[in-house]
Nanobody
C-alpha cells in the first residue's frame, strides 16, 4: 500500500513557475514508477509526466514538454514536478500517481495503482 500526498499548488500568473511535491508513504517507494496527471474543469484526467523507478527515464505529454520537469528523490520518498512558463491552459487539479509494478504504458490511467488527493493549480492570464 502506498499513500500519496501532493503539495505546492496555488495561484500564479501566466509565465510564472510552481513546483509540486508528492510525498509517498511506504518503504517500497523506490520500486514504483511515478507520474503526474491533471484534470481541468469539464475535462477528462490526462497524463502530464512520468519517471521510472530510478529517475533515469522521464516521459512528458506534448503539451508540457520543454516547460515541465519531473524528478524524484528516493531517499526522501518524494517526486516533484517543476512547472515553468505556465499558461492559462495548465489550470487543473494535479494528481500524483504511483504505477502498477508491471506497467509500461505510463500514459494510460489504467496503469496507475495509487492516486494522491490532488492539488489545485490556477494560472491567471
Amino acid at each position: 500500500q502506498v499513500q500519496l500526498a501532493e503539495s505546492g499548488g496555488g495561484l500564479v500568473q501566466a509565465g510564472g513557475s510552481l513546483r509540486l511535491s508528492c510525498a509517498a508513504s511506504g518503504r517500497t517507494f523506490s520500486s514504483y514508477a511515478m507520474g503526474w496527471f491533471r484534470q481541468a474543469p469539464g475535462k477528462e484526467r490526462e497524463f502530464a509526466a512520468a519517471i521510472n523507478w530510478s529517475g533515469g527515464s522521464t516521459y512528458y505529454a506534448v503539451s508540457v514538454k520543454g516547460r515541465f520537469t519531473i524528478s524524484r528523490d528516493n531517499a526522501k520518498n518524494t517526486v516533484y514536478l517543476q512547472m515553468n512558463s505556465l499558461k492559462a491552459e495548465d489550470t487543473a487539479v494535479y494528481y500524483c500517481a504511483a504505477y502498477h509494478p508491471s506497467s509500461y504504458n505510463y500514459y494510460n490511467l489504467g496503469s496507475v495503482a495509487y492516486w494522491g488527493q490532488g492539488t489545485q493549480v490556477t494560472v491567471s492570464s
